[in-house]
């Protein structure tokens, strides 16, 4: 999977009794996207998301979907989560920080990142549908939670208005994508590590 891979890069493979994934991402990427699970909403959401963030993404994930899609979108956070953090190594001249608005028709998403090394999650966002076709929407709160434990990143989002649960999704992982982007630009004024413990 990971011959598309260039730069800073890494491959998940994650087998339970309840999902098989394997995950390649690559943080110096071009928007390369190849992406097969059994959740059709997540594959259009992890495209926005790498498109937008100009990742190279590939996922291959089988999951027991006859049960519900829980487990499957979970496991994929968790597969990318530790693929962001295994890619991007050291983190030494990253910019660390970002905050970026994205507005999809009425709705408007925002995504603040901190690529800390202290996991934490926020998320403000009232959704006006429980499902979006098949897709359980609580289960963008769980994807993203397991994002950023996994990468061990501080992440907050907030939609701030909308009406379209789709579109304040969408607008959500297109932040997320772009965010992710800038947090994780090399910037030559950086000297070794963004932080004054000289860890992250």
């Known amino acids: 999977m990971s011959e598309m891979m260039n730069g800073r890069a890494a491959e998940i493979a994650r087998k339970t009794g309840e999902t098989d ?16 699970t059994d959740v059709p909403f997540l594959n259009h959401m992890l495209d926005l998301f790498a498109k937008h963030g100009q990742f190279d993404l590939k996922v291959e994930a089988r999951g027991d979907v006859d049960v519900d899609d829980h487990h499957t ?7 990318l989560g530790q ?17 970026v608005f994205v507005p999809m028709d009425e709705a408007l998403g925002q995504v603040i990142i901190d690529i800390s090394g202290r996991p934490h999650f926020e998320m ?3 959704f006006p549908a429980a499902n ?15 994002l950023a434990l996994e990468a061990r990143i ?9 009406k379209n649960t789709h579109h304040m999704i969408e607008a959500v992982f297109k932040a997320l994508g772009r ?22």
């Not at 693929?83 to 905050?99: C, M, N, P, V």
């Not at 501080?154 to 909308?162: D, K, P, Q, R």
Request: hydrophobic share 45%.
């Open 21 to 36: 994934i394997t995950l390649a991402f690559g943080v110096d990427g071009s928007g390369e996207v190849a992406i097969d």
């Open 73 to 79: 979108v979970e496991d994929i956070g968790i597969c």
């Open 83 to 99: 693929a962001l953090r295994e890619a991007l190594g050291d983190k030494k001249g990253i910019k660390r920080y970002a905050s």
């Open 124 to 126: 403000r966002a009232d």
């Open 132 to 146: 979006v076709g098949s897709f359980t929407v609580e289960l963008v709160h769980e994807f993203l939670w397991k």
């Open 154 to 162: 501080t992440l907050h989002v907030i939609v701030h208005y909308g």
């Open 179 to 200: 965010a992710l982007d800038e947090a994780t630009l090399i910037d030559p004024r950086v000297k070794g590590v963004p932080s004054t413990k000289g860890v992250l």
